[in-house]
């Protein structure tokens, strides 16, 4: 569960690169735009309490690589006569991750179809409800939470208030792994872990890719005349830890998949949809496609 | 899926070649799994390899005639009505006619009738609510509204309707407030502190703990929440879980004092599976969840609802799907939030989530969203079907979709 009240930073957060441990300067203050005031003291959640806050939707989140969480909620000043109590309320959630790549891992798998704003620079998606956008290492999200339209250009300048006051963005170079034709658009995905392979496909049990929170994994599907199949490239270190991680997977294969052909280094499955898989190694990459419509080559 | 139509109905879905051969070859392949040896289950066991439950103690308590999966084993209805929801607004009235609709089209009898089907007027009747989510995909107040006038309409005092849910200040959060409600009881079985020191009482026990029946529990022998990953130390476990041995004890909200459970689930996914009906019920009826997560997760939606407590209380099933949320849950993210119009009747719950999963799925294939269709997503509901408590078999259960 995640509870609709405010975190703010917990002191000693180890520091990376550039970026400033989330403090007061990232919050607007009260009176921002003549219109808001914070509606209670800020709060901070550090990676150890995540879990306890998000049952069940943390995990993802510590996967990729997270610090801590600030959420600070703010309300509406009136404009009635008495000039008491609040109307719309907009709640700012900082996530500052452990690198650019672990905030932009977490946007990729929450930003659904990108919806943005020609005003903001950052990479976003807006809705009515919220603005998502990663810059740097950090993620962060502006809930309008009444969903009211005409607080959607306020919502915007929370964003880029918080936005002006962080690190410059860093490249992603996990992205650059992919090809880009016929890769479909709203597709890419980061991985790290289980938790974020398992919202594309069920390879094995646990970290069978062996990742290790640490390397990363990039994913995306490609529109074919036969079908869309989705890609999943790791670069591991070096080619010892791809064979080994290779060997991991393959004798750690899901039971449902169904071996159908192999060789030392590749590998091709037939899946509980009636569709394909191949995975092999070549030198640190592992290469693996699932949702193959037809059998593919072992070679 | 079988299903059923009248004249006021939209085409009838069927089961399509693709789902009969994922289900085909999902059953082949369990088979297949005896011989691998890995996880697969025969009539009336736990798959094999999990840890070890006391589900076998539940399933020995003899059944009541309001045991799951209720009188209408398999049959799920769905009404759709587009005013429901009009430019993010809910329409209370137009709720309150898709509620009667269901019940009635669920039942096939008037509401008076259906009513009798599940309750008597002594009966104190927990609306089990999931606030998770608030304000984007938490059950909505006008559903309460609507389920809870059918009740006090056929004779239940208000003072005899409990909304609840696990956590206190989700409730509140989610606008379910005594207030709102006024003359019905709004509970939360436990509380936990934000602030991470307020939650234990003099004797250093959490305030919670009496809240719990500690003769009535699910246990996994050896899964205690000493040692859950990510937990820093007990303090933190015990904030919000309030034990950490290897039982869950159920609240006594539901062993003393509801003798109906009416479940109000939201139509949302979590991973690649949902959390709708089961799991509504299943993490919300008991404390010390934590532990379950990474070893049982699906598991434990059909366990607990085994347990006789909830399986001889919950007599009725309605899913909240005026608003779906196809990805980013169970918590709210209003960027897969879409207008779903629907409401889902059922006293299965199991074959209730069968279908809406199989929604879901097509949801997120539709919008482009990635989507893992692997047959462990729904094998607790496969398993469900072994224990007697509902239908998961698409090829028995009877949808009937019906639109205003």
């Given at each position: 569960m995640k509870r609709l009240v405010i975190f703010w930073a917990l002191a000693g957060a180890p520091l990376y690169g550039r970026a400033k441990s989330p403090g007061p300067e990232l919050l607007p203050p009260n009176g921002f735009l003549q219109m808001w005031d914070r509606a209670a003291p800020a709060r901070v959640f550090a990676a150890s309490d995540l879990y306890g806050f998000i049952d069940g939707g943390a995990e993802l989140y510590l996967e990729f690589g997270f610090e801590q969480l600030a959420v600070q909620r703010y309300g509406q000043r009136t404009r009635n006569a008495g000039g008491t109590g609040t109307q719309g309320q907009v709640q700012l959630e900082i996530y500052r991750m452990t690198d650019p790549t672990a905030a932009t891992g977490i946007y990729l798998a929450n930003c659904g179809k990108e919806t943005p704003d020609p005003s903001f620079r950052e990479r976003h998606t807006i809705s009515s409800f919220q603005l998502r956008f990663k810059r740097d290492r950090y993620y962060v999200i502006a809930n309008n939470l009444d969903g009211d339209k005409k607080?959607?250009?306020?919502?915007?300048?929370?964003?880029?208030?918080?936005?002006?006051?962080?690190?410059?963005?860093?490249?992603?170079?996990?992205?650059?792994?992919?090809?880009?034709?016929?890769?479909?658009?709203?597709?890419?995905?980061?991985?790290?872990?289980?938790?974020?392979?398992?919202?594309?496909?069920?390879?094995?049990?646990?970290?069978?890719?062996?990742?290790?929170?640490?390397?990363?994994?990039?994913?995306?599907?490609?529109?074919?005349?036969?079908?869309?199949y989705t890609l999943i490239l790791v670069d591991y270190p070096n080619a010892a830890a791809a064979g080994v991680a290779f060997d991991y997977l393959r004798r750690n294969l899901d039971s449902y998949l169904k071996v159908v052909d192999k060789s030392e280094k590749a590998l091709v499955f037939r899946d509980y949809d009636g569709k394909y898989g191949r995975m092999s190694y070549a030198g640190a990459r592992l290469s693996i496609s699932v949702h193959l419509p037809q059998k593919p080559s072992i070679n | 899926m079988n299903t059923t139509g009248h004249k006021s109905m939209v085409p009838s879905g069927t089961l399509s070649r693709r789902d009969f051969v994922r289900d085909a070859g999902a059953c082949t392949l369990a088979g297949s799994a005896l011989i691998l040896g890995v996880a697969c289950f025969e009539r009336g066991q736990q798959p094999a390899g999990r840890l070890e439950t006391n589900i076998a103690d539940f399933m020995k308590a003899p059944r009541t005639r309001h045991s799951l999966p209720g009188p209408l084993p398999g049959r799920v209805v769905k009404i759709k009505d587009p005013g429901s929801l009009v430019e993010d607004r809910f329409d209370a009235a137009v709720i309150s006619r898709m509620v009667e609709k269901g019940i009635c089209g669920l039942t096939g009898r008037d509401q008076a009738e259906s009513f009798k089907l599940f309750f008597d007027r002594n009966d104190v009747v927990g609306i089990k609510v999931n606030p998770t989510g608030a304000p984007v995909i938490s059950t909505r107040l006008e559903l309460v509204d609507a389920v809870a006038a059918w009740l006090c309409r056929n004779g239940i005092p208000a003072q005899n309707i409990v909304i609840w849910d696990r956590f206190d200040y989700e409730l509140t959060d989610a606008g379910f407030t005594r207030a709102r409600f006024q003359g019905m009881q709004v509970e939360g079985l436990q509380t936990m502190d934000q602030k991470g020191n307020r939650w234990r009482d003099a004797n250093g026990v959490h305030i919670s703990a009496g809240n719990f029946d500690r003769n009535v529990y699910y246990r996994v022998k050896g899964l205690d929440g000493k040692s859950v990953r990510e937990y820093p130390d007990d303090d933190s476990y015990l904030n919000q879980n309030v034990f950490n041995d290897d039982c869950s004890y159920f609240g006594k909200l539901i062993t003393r004092r509801l003798t109906k459970i009416i479940n109000l689930g939201t139509y949302k996914n979590t991973g690649s599976g949902i959390a709708m009906a089961t799991k509504n019920m299943g993490y919300g009826s008991i404390c010390n969840t934590a532990r379950l997560h990474d070893p049982l997760f699906f598991t434990v939606c059909t366990e607990v609802l085994a347990a006789p407590v909830i399986r001889d209380k919950l007599v009725l099933n309605i899913t909240d799907g005026?608003?779906?949320?196809?990805?980013?849950?169970?918590?709210?993210?209003?960027?897969?939030?879409?207008?779903?119009?629907?409401?889902?009747?059922?006293?299965?719950?199991?074959?209730?989530?069968?279908?809406?999963?199989?929604?879901?799925?097509?949801?997120?294939?539709e919008v482009g969203r990635p989507m893992n269709e692997h047959p462990r997503y729904t094998e607790y509901l496969r398993y469900a079907e072994s224990l007697g408590l509902g239908i998961a078999d698409t090829k028995k259960i009877e949808f009937e979709r019906i639109e205003a």
């Open positions: 607080c959607v250009p306020q919502m915007l300048e929370f964003g880029k208030y918080v936005a002006s006051r962080l690190p410059p963005d860093a490249p992603v170079e996990a992205l650059k792994m992919l090809p880009r034709a016929n890769l479909v658009k709203d597709s890419l995905r980061l991985i790290r872990g289980p938790y974020a392979l398992q919202a594309i496909y069920t390879l094995g049990e646990g970290d069978v890719l062996q990742l290790g929170r640490k390397v990363t994994a990039v994913a995306g599907s490609y529109e074919t005349p036969g079908g869309r | 005026i608003r779906g949320q196809y990805d980013g849950g169970p918590y709210g993210n209003a960027q897969f939030i879409y207008p779903n119009h629907s409401l889902y009747f059922a006293t299965d719950p199991f074959a209730l989530d069968m279908v809406c999963h199989r929604e879901m799925a097509d949801k997120r294939k």
